[in-house]
């Protein structure tokens, strides 16, 4: 495992998360930092993308579900989509395991359907244990693991102070 993805993926859920906050707070204060966020999340997924194969169709098969299922609706997301796909020009991409892709884009998508009725998401963590199981690589269950810790722990805060 590239134990780089730690920092990464849990600077990217902060991030990600404090853009949410911020866009759907209508915290109008804070708006032009929610598009610097949104250009520095952009850019930490394109770096993680470019680590390897497996990691780059995670991020992918994730971020084509997010526009299907209509969750990138802010200013700072559009930015941060638009950081991401310039940043593969200055990082590189690890390449596209297209299987792979369309089996994260399917559980990342049903994800968000159970979300709408249940608030809760596992079907993808669950999904990556065991594409890591069998692909003996890790990378992606820690990306979305350590990911989803620090998206968490930015819910809980926003909770906290924001609700």
Same mark, same amino acid.
């Given at each position: 495992?590239?134990?780089?993805?730690?920092?990464?993926? *849990?600077? #990217?859920?902060? *991030?990600?998360?404090?853009?949410?906050?911020?866009?759907?707070?209508?915290?109008?204060?804070?708006?032009? *930092?929610?598009?610097?966020?949104?250009?520095?999340?952009?850019? *930490?997924?394109?770096?993680?993308?470019?680590?390897?194969?497996?990691?780059?169709?995670?991020?992918?098969?994730?971020?084509f579900?997010?526009?299907?299922?209509?969750?990138?609706?802010?200013?700072?997301?559009?930015?941060?989509?638009?950081?991401?796909?310039?940043?593969? %020009?200055?990082?590189g991409?690890?390449?596209?395991?297209? #299987?792979?892709?369309?089996?994260?884009?399917?559980?990342?998508?049903?994800? /968000?359907?159970?979300?709408?009725?249940?608030? %809760?998401?596992?079907?993808?963590?669950?999904?990556?244990?065991?594409?890591?199981?069998?692909?003996?690589?890790?990378?992606?269950?820690?990306?979305?693991?350590?990911?989803?810790?620090s998206?968490?722990?930015?819910?809980?805060? /926003?909770?906290?102070?924001?609700?």
């Open positions: 495992m590239n134990y780089l993805i730690i920092p990464l993926s *849990l600077s #990217a859920g902060f *991030l990600s998360k404090t853009v949410d906050i911020i866009e759907d707070n209508k915290i109008k204060r804070y708006s032009f *930092l929610s598009l610097i966020l949104g250009i520095l999340y952009g850019a *930490l997924l394109s770096y993680s993308a470019s680590l390897s194969l497996n990691l780059s169709s995670f991020i992918l098969g994730v971020i579900s997010l526009f299907l299922s209509k969750k990138i609706d802010a200013k700072g997301h559009y930015l941060a989509m638009f950081s991401f796909f310039v940043s593969i %020009f200055i990082f991409f690890g390449g596209i395991n297209f #299987a792979l892709l369309i089996v994260i884009l399917l559980f990342s998508y049903l994800d /968000e359907l159970i979300d709408k009725k249940i608030n %809760f998401r596992f079907a993808l963590d669950i999904a990556c244990f065991v594409i890591s199981l069998i692909l003996n690589d890790f990378d992606i269950f820690a990306f979305i693991i350590f990911y989803d810790l998206y968490l722990l930015m819910s809980k805060i /926003e909770k906290k102070y924001f609700v």
